[in-house]
């Protein structure tokens, strides 16, 4: 089993940056795809972004691509995601998530944080 601990969330106003962490609790953690999902009070929660085992391969929701940055340190075992020009929204928990494979949908991943709140205020 993989232990998960989110990191790195806070406030923030209209269109800063946060980056979030994930560390990993055992060394297989490169054997995992890794993933970040956001869950807002009241709505289903829904992915972010993704990252195979290499890190060489990433998956970006719509509304993310090109502000959001996924990235790994399996070194480290570690996964980042790097939010810039966020935008106002209701308060929301980010969490990451460890599975079989990258990508969606969300039942490939297994293991789960904690997660870690983020809000962007205007």
């Known amino acids: 089993q993989v232990q998960l601990v989110e990191s790195g969330g806070g406030s923030v106003q209209d269109g800063g940056s946060l980056r979030l962490s994930c560390a990993a609790s055992r060394r297989t953690f490169s054997n995992y795809a890794m993933g970040w999902f956001r869950q807002a009070s009241g709505k289903e929660r829904e992915l972010m972004a993704t990252i195979n085992w290499t890190g060489s391969r990433t998956y970006y929701a719509d509304s993310v691509k090109g502000r959001f940055t996924i990235s790994r340190d399996n070194d480290k075992v570690t996964v980042y995601l790097q939010m810039n020009s966020l935008t106002p929204e209701a308060p929301a928990v980010y969490y990451c998530?460890?599975?079989?494979?990258?990508?969606?949908?969300?039942?490939?991943?297994?293991?789960w944080g904690q997660g870690t709140q983020v809000t962007v205020s205007s």
């Open positions: 998530a460890a599975g079989t494979g990258s990508g969606p949908p969300q039942s490939k991943y297994d293991y």
